[in-house]
Nanobody
Framework: QVQLIESGGGLVQAGGSLRLSCAAS????????MGWFRQAPGKEREFVAA????????GYADSVKGRFTISRDNAKNTVYLQMNSLKPEDTAVYLC???????????????????WGQGTQVTVSS
């Protein structure tokens, strides 16, 4: 069992930046593939970014590619999402997720993730 706690959300103007953090409990953080998803009101939860266990491979949704960067610090049991050039359409609750399957790659499929945080609200004003 792992607990995930997100932080760093808030209100920002279009074009601004935010850095989200997700702290994980437990001693086996380096075994988890980590992902970020988001969910806007009335919409399905969608993939944003993911990173494999070593941090060597990353994947992004087309809508955030070039603007968002996922990273992890296994020594701190934390995964980050740096969000630049934010747009009003980025407004959503952002959730981090952990995949404990032991796979060597990452997945954009939310069904692949075993643990979820509660989420942090990001609001981008125009």
């Amino acid at each position: 069992q792992v607990q995930l706690i997100e932080s760093g959300g808030g209100l920002v103007q279009a074009g601004g930046s935010l850095r989200l953090s997700c702290a994980a409990s437990g001693r086996t953080f380096s075994n988890y593939v980590m992902g970020w998803f988001r969910q806007a009101p009335g919409k399905e939860r969608e993939f944003v970014a993911a990173m494999d266990r070593s941090g060597g491979y990353t994947g992004y949704a087309d809508s955030v590619k070039g603007r968002f960067t996922i990273s992890r610090d296994n020594a701190k049991n934390t995964v980050y999402l740096q969000m630049n050039s934010l747009k009003p359409e980025d407004t959503a609750v952002y959730l981090c997720a952990a995949d404990n399957s032991g796979g060597s790659s990452y997945s954009a499929n939310r069904a692949a993730y075993d643990y979820w945080g509660q989420g942090t609200q990001v609001t981008v004003s125009s």
